[in-house]
Structures are given as structure tokens and as C-alpha cells.
């Protein structure tokens, strides 16, 4: 079974600059997730979505971070402009059940997009 | 929001020896797993264990949902179990909304 793939694996732009970056999901995967993880602290999600709607984007840094997930498959997340704190490895995860009431259930992370904003 | 503590926040062990890496956290949660982040930065999911005890080879968690904590336990070492090691934990018991901890970055030498 494949995992999680994300693309591009590097990154680096100049602040005031856009950047987008794509993962598509375990196969059949209902929970799409992806994470900011600043170096040297564990990951920060950012936004989950439940096939292609959103169920949290609480912690998503709205004016310059987009996010969406066409179809309920693989998504897309965008920031516009980019800042030099936003300086990370984005990863991408799926878990196979979601919202399902059921609790929670394990999560299968991507291999991340290392960014760099100079 | 939920606190979530792990030590010691680095340790260096001799390939061989046995380790107990700790997670406090500080509400009750309906979701705890551990995860081993390798050298390269890929994550990999070791266990889901809101409660009890579980082993799988060389490692094995215990949670005691109760007093708030998650061990895990390596035994044997061996240099691939370099890299940063993540308890990570959820509030809601419908949605996987995990915190992750601060870590402890593990290092294993010959």
C-alpha cells in the first residue's frame, strides 16, 4: 500500500512570495490533515478535513493560509505572501476512519515539504 | 489548552541499553500515541494507546490514563532508534485533533 505522498520535498522563496504545496492521502483515507513543525517542536495542525469538508481550521493562520480538498482526495495548501516565520516542514497526514464518533484512530504522516523563506 | 510535557528532552545511550522516555499531560484525554520522527523528519506512528499496555518487538507503552502519563519503554537499542521521539494526544474522542509534546531527541551510539 502507498503512503502518503507530498510534493515539492524543498522549498525556498523569498519573503512576500507564494508557495503551494500538495499531498495526496493513503488510498480510501476519509481524514486529511496537514501540520506546521517549526524546528526543534513537535508538529502544529493546521487544518483537518473530513472527506472535503473542514472540521478544524482553528489554528490556520487565515489571512495568508488556504486550504482546500477537491473532490476528497488529495489537497493543496497555500500560503500568500510569505513571512520568514513561516519557515517549516509542512506535513500532510490521513487516518483511514475520521469523524466517525468512534474515537479517534491512528494517523499516517507524509514524508513533509521542507520550506525555507529568506 | 491541554499541556503535554515529555523527558528527558535529550538522552544518549550506548547501543544495547534500555530507556523510559515519560508524557504528562495535563487533562484527560481520549487519544494518546507515540511517534518516532527518524533523522530523515518522516513520522512514524509506534502506538495507540489511550489506555493500558502495549509492546510491539523492542518497544512497549503504558498509559495511565488516571495519573495523566504515557511511558515508553525501548529495550535493546540500536542505533535506528535515533531521532526524536513524540507523545501526542487528543481531547475530543471524535476527531483526531492531536497535541503533540516537546519531544526527547534520542540519540544511540556504538
Known amino acids: 500500500e502507498a503512503g502518503v505522498a507530498q510534493s515539492p520535498r524543498y522549498k525556498i522563496i523569498e519573503k512576500r512570495q507564494s508557495v503551494a504545496f500538495w499531498c495526496n492521502p493513503i488510498s480510501g483515507h476519509a481524514t486529511l490533515y496537514w501540520y506546521q513543525q517549526i524546528l526543534g517542536q513537535g508538529p502544529k495542525l493546521l487544518i483537518q478535513f473530513q472527506n472535503n469538508g473542514v472540521v478544524d481550521d482553528s489554528q490556520l493562520p487565515k489571512d495568508r493560509f488556504s486550504a482546500e480538498r477537491l473532490k476528497g482526495v488529495d489537497s493543496t495548501l497555500k500560503i500568500q505572501p510569505a513571512k520568514l516565520e513561516d519557515s517549516a516542514v509542512y506535513l500532510c497526514?490521513?487516518?483511514?476512519?475520521?469523524?466517525?464518533?468512534?474515537?479517534?484512530?491512528?494517523?499516517?504522516f507524509g514524508p513533509g515539504t521542507r520550506l525555507t523563506v529568506l | 489548552g491541554i499541556q503535554v510535557e515529555q523527558s528527558p528532552p535529550d538522552l544518549i545511550l550506548q547501543e544495547g541499553a534500555n530507556s523510559t522516555l515519560r508524557c504528562n499531560f495535563s487533562?484527560?484525554?481520549?487519544?494518546l500515541q507515540w511517534f518516532h520522527q527518524n533523522p530523515w523528519g518522516q513520522l512514524i506512528n509506534l502506538f495507540y494507546i489511550p489506555s493500558g499496555t502495549k509492546q510491539n518487538g523492542r518497544l512497549s507503552a503504558t498509559t495511565v490514563a488516571t495519573e495523566r502519563y504515557s511511558l515508553l519503554y525501548i529495550s535493546s537499542s540500536q542505533t535506528t532508534d535515533s531521532g526524536v521521539y513524540f507523545c501526542a494526544v487528543d481531547l475530543t474522542g471524535t476527531a483526531s485533533k492531536l497535541t503533540f509534546g516537546t519531544g526527547t531527541r534520542l540519540q544511540v551510539t556504538l
Open positions: 487533562d484527560s484525554v481520549n487519544n
Open positions: 497526514a490521513s487516518s483511514p476512519r475520521g469523524n466517525s464518533g468512534r474515537g479517534a484512530d491512528t494517523q499516517y
